[in-house]
C-alpha cells in the first residue's frame, strides 16, 4: 500500500512543480488519471478529513468542487487520498492552509500579514488558487508586500 501511495505522490509532482511557477489550468496539462476511489459511497455530500502536516481539517465535498479548477476541488486531490486513515494528507504548512480552506467557504482569500509573502505564494500555487482573488480588505496589503519583495530584489 505505502508503494502505491507514492507512486501517486509521484506521478503529481510535475504537476505540482507546474503549479510553482504559476497556475496551468488541468485541462492543458492532462495528467494521468488519478486513483479511483474505492468503497467509497457516492453520496449527495460527504465530509471530507482533510490532515495537513498533522493539524485535521474538515469540510464538506461540495465546498471544495466549488473551485473545480484548483487542486482541492478537482479529482486530483485523490492523489494524496489515504484509505488507511481514510483522510487526505498534506505535507504543507498548516497555518496557512487554513485561510485556502476558508477561501473555499467564503469566497475570500484573506492575507494574514505576518506570513512571508514567498511562502504565502507557494502555497497558493501548490493548492492552484491565483492571487488575484484575494479580497479587497488584503489585496493591498498583499500587493505592498510583494511590490517591497520585488525592490528587495532589484
Ligand atoms: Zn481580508
Same mark, same amino acid.
Do not use: A, G, Q, T
Given at each position: 500500500h505505502a508503494a502505491r501511495a507514492m507512486a501517486s505522490v509521484a506521478a503529481w509532482l510535475p504537476f505540482a512543480r507546474a503549479a510553482a511557477i504559476g497556475w496551468v489550468p488541468i485541462a492543458t496539462h492532462p495528467l494521468p488519471p488519478p486513483p479511483v476511489p474505492k468503497d467509497r459511497r457516492r453520496a449527495e455530500d460527504e465530509k471530507l478529513l482533510i490532515n495537513v502536516s498533522g493539524r485535521r481539517f474538515e469540510t464538506w465535498r461540495n465546498t471544495l468542487e466549488?473551485? #473545480? !479548477?484548483?487542486l482541492l476541488g478537482s479529482t486530483e486531490r485523490e492523489f494524496f487520498y489515504d484509505e488507511e486513515s481514510r483522510e487526505y494528507f498534506f505535507d504543507r504548512d498548516p497555518d496557512i492552509f487554513r485561510h485556502i480552506l476558508n477561501y473555499y467557504r467564503t469566497g475570500k482569500l484573506h492575507y #494574514?500579514?505576518?506570513?512571508?509573502l514567498t511562502g504565502y505564494d507557494e502555497e497558493l500555487a501548490f493548492f492552484g /488558487?491565483?492571487? !488575484?482573488? /484575494?479580497g479587497d480588505c488584503c489585496y493591498e496589503d498583499y500587493r505592498d508586500r510583494k511590490r517591497e519583495n520585488a525592490e528587495r530584489l532589484m
Open positions: 466549488k473551485y #473545480p !479548477d484548483s #494574514p500579514k505576518h506570513e512571508c /488558487i491565483l492571487p !488575484d482573488v /484575494i
